[in-house]
């Protein structure tokens, strides 16, 4: 299984709401990702767990708050965004630790929308 | 921050025509990949090569990595609608980070 799955697929939000990204991946993976992707534009890296600890936060805006409950599971949770907000977030998953074997595995994509 | 920079940004060929993306990069590196993404989906890996590779084959895809000049490119052989996609190298220079070139679309027209 090389899958990473995403939910939901798509979202739709007001500012003042707060959601959740859900991601899962059974690949036995110790490295997990959050990518911001905007139209037209190469994915930008948002956070990065690895064995389940935050490692690298890219000087995100406190209203994404990333969550790794275990090894197989990352959440993102959205509160308060803005319009600007409005993008494809992206899931992905490596193997940690094995730099020479560092492929990631992308999942499908929320494509969401701030209004 | 963009690591790499891809040209062409867009190319458009015919079927069964070759071709051929560059990317280029400023520090030195550990790999360097090369992903494909279809319209508003994930993206899909394709190949990795070595900072000590010069070539490598994979299929219909040929990469090359030229660290003299930080320089890689990806050729795709006698090209399929199916290839149509944006295509982004990606840069691995510490750890398990990735940082992805602005990619190049590509239209394969039937």
């Known amino acids: 299984d090389t899958e990473v799955t995403q939910t939901p697929k798509h979202l739709v939000m007001g500012m003042t709401n707060k959601k959740s990204l859900k991601c899962e991946q059974h690949?036995?993976?110790?490295?997990m990702y959050w990518y911001k992707q905007k139209a037209k534009k190469p994915p930008e890296l948002m956070f990065v767990?690895?064995?389940?600890?935050?490692?690298i936060n890219e000087s995100v805006p406190s209203r994404f708050s990333p969550e790794c409950p275990n090894s197989s599971l990352l959440n993102l949770h959205l509160h308060a965004l803005q319009p600007e907000d409005s993008a494809l977030y992206l899931c992905?998953?490596?193997?940690?630790?094995?730099?020479?074997?560092?492929?990631?595995?992308f999942g499908a994509g929320t494509r969401l929308s701030v209004l | 921050s963009q690591q790499g920079e891809e040209d062409p940004q867009a190319l458009s060929i015919q079927e069964g025509e070759n071709a051929t993306m560059n990317c280029s990069y400023k520090?030195?590196?550990?790999?360097l990949q090369w992903y494909r993404q279809n319209s508003g989906r994930g993206l899909v890996h394709l190949i990795l090569?070595?900072?000590?590779?010069r070539e490598k084959h994979s299929g219909r895809l040929r990469v090359t990595l030229d660290t003299s000049k930080k320089s890689s490119s990806l050729l795709i052989t006698a090209s399929r609608a199916a290839d149509t996609a944006s295509y982004f190298c990606?840069?691995?220079?510490?750890?398990?980070?990735?940082?992805f070139g602005g990619g190049t679309r590509l239209m394969v027209k039937p």
């Open positions: 992905a998953s490596s193997q940690a630790g094995n730099v020479a074997k560092n492929i990631q595995y």
């Open positions: 690949m036995g993976h110790r490295a």
């Open positions: 767990y690895s064995y389940e600890k935050l490692s």
């Open positions: 520090t030195s590196i550990n790999n």
């Open positions: 090569i070595r900072s000590n590779e």
């Open positions: 990606a840069i691995n220079n510490a750890g398990n980070m990735l940082t």
